[in-house]
């Protein structure tokens, strides 16, 4: 890949092949599944439950474009190998893999929960560096693709009660930070989609106050429009993510400060 045509990376389209999205079977990953089949994707969705990934499947019906399912657990590389490896034999190259599967386990009280933090990092982080693994040695190869990481503002910094979860979202951002200059010039175009609270089945089970929170409709439009846009990140909603960049600049004393003082509000 020649330095011209690395600055120049392409936002893949339906005609360029086939888009792939992990965890698909509900949320973020089954509305981003029907928004590009809308818009004329043949979208390739995986999760474990075939049941819930066919009812995704058949939203589609009467679309421009369509969405087959097909089974797979993002904890096994070898079974993501396969698993890319079968989707590009039967519908064609994986022109736009957007890695999306991840997990919020719930706080059990305990300071340090190692079965939350081990569960968040095999799914939320290695979960995405084994997708990766599947999409970016194909596209390797053919010199061009598309990849987004759903990762989370909850990442920025850490949060009272999701330290599992903001832990491993953290490690997503720094991931997908750490190679993006090599995946450029590679000629694939690598994006970070870092959302809010957006009404899924997942933040329903929380139990305290989501600020601007977003149907996964508005939620889903706006990430294929970044997809379309082609930026490195795409963040929303903007006031709450803007608020999250400040804070990643303060200095300790003032953020822990701040965040104590939401803590109390929200008790």
Not at 71 to 83: I, P, S
Not at 116 to 143: D, H
Request: charged share 20%; with cysteine; net charge positive.
């Amino acid at each position: 890949m020649n330095r011209g045509a690395a600055m120049s990376l392409p936002r893949m389209k339906p005609q360029d092949g086939v888009a792939w999205i992990t965890g698909a079977s509900s949320g973020i990953g089954a509305a981003v599944a029907i928004e590009l089949a809308r818009r004329g994707w043949t979208v390739a969705i995986t999760a474990r439950r075939v049941e819930a990934l066919e009812a995704v499947a058949r939203e589609a019906e009467g679309l421009s474009g369509r969405i087959v399912a097909h089974v797979g657990d993002v904890t096994d590389a070898q079974g993501m190998e396969g698993l890319a490896e079968a989707i590009e034999s039967i519908h064609g190259p994986i022109a736009l893999a957007f890695l999306n599967a991840g997990i919020a386990p719930g706080t059990k009280g305990s300071p340090v929960d190692l079965e939350g933090v081990e569960l968040a990092m095999r799914i939320n982080l290695f979960g995405v560096a084994k997708g990766l693994s599947a999409a970016l040695g194909r596209m390797m190869t053919r010199g061009r693709g598309q990849i987004a990481v759903n990762a989370s503002l909850a990442g920025y910094r850490g949060v009272i009660s999701a330290a599992a979860y903001g832990a491993s979202k953290a490690a997503a951002i720094h991931l997908c930070e750490a190679l993006y200059l090599d995946s450029r010039r590679m000629g694939i175009r690598l994006q970070l989609v870092n959302p809010g609270f957006v009404d899924t089945p997942m933040t329903r089970r929380n139990r305290f106050a989501m600020p601007f929170l977003m149907s996964v409709e508005d939620g889903a439009r706006r990430i294929v429009d970044g997809f379309e846009r082609g930026g490195f990140e795409i963040t929303f909603p903007r006031r709450l993510a803007w608020m999250l960049k400040v804070a990643r600049i303060l200095p300790y004393p003032v953020y822990f400060a701040l965040i104590g003082h939401l803590a109390r509000r929200q008790s």
